[in-house]
């Protein structure tokens, strides 16, 4: 009887351990917030900086290698104060400059992987690790127009950032595969940024 129950014993804990390591390997696909602050300019902005760990899934990495580049979104939203985020919202749909866009591809010939910032700015890494650090890292990004922020405090100011894989520039079957398989849908969620005074 008492062999018995030791053998449950070890087995209901052998099979914790199981679930414990494929949770850990679950987590461990994604993207998560590393730093996520601001800083109140004196001209009145937004200065932000902020850093993610990226995580690919093993389809993602082979589609990667095999030569599709994958987009990915760091955007922010101004939530408060009210009138100044109002404001915001109609310059960015007039303006668009709530977002920066990076570009990460893999280059066979150099085996280099390459990370874009926008339109003009890249820069090549010797290992995927090191090139997915420079996903979403960003510092002293300036948003929103000068003087928006003048006179208010720190306290006042709530705003979020969020960095998320641009299914939409997928080639179209990756696309489909984006939209059916979960482990494609690579998205922070919106994190509240610390803001601090100038």
Request: hydrophobic content about 40%.
């Amino acid at each position: 009887m008492a062999f018995t129950t030791r053998l449950s014993i070890k087995l209901s804990l052998f099979a914790a351990f199981v679930l414990c390591l494929y949770v850990t390997d679950v987590r461990a696909e994604g993207i998560s917030i590393i730093r996520a602050q601001a800083t109140i300019t004196r001209n009145g902005q937004l200065s932000i900086n902020s850093r993610f760990n990226l995580q690919l899934p093993d389809q993602l990495k082979q589609a990667l290698n095999q030569g599709v580049p994958l987009n990915f979104d760091l955007n922010y939203q101004l939530n408060a104060p009210t009138l100044a985020s109002y404001r915001n919202r109609i310059n960015n749909l007039i303006g668009g400059d709530n977002l920066i866009q990076f570009k990460l591809a893999y280059h066979p010939l150099t085996s280099r992987y390459r990370v874009s910032m926008g339109p003009t700015f890249s820069t090549e890494y010797n290992s995927l690790d090191t090139a997915l650090k420079a996903i979403g890292a960003v510092a002293n990004w300036r948003v929103l127009s000068k003087g928006i922020l003048n006179g208010v405090s720190s306290k006042e100011v709530h705003a979020d950032i969020r960095l998320s894989l641009s299914i939409s520039q997928l080639p179209k079957p990756f696309q489909i595969n984006a939209l059916t398989s979960h482990s494609w849908q690579l998205d922070s969620g919106w994190h509240q940024l610390t803001i601090n005074a100038d």
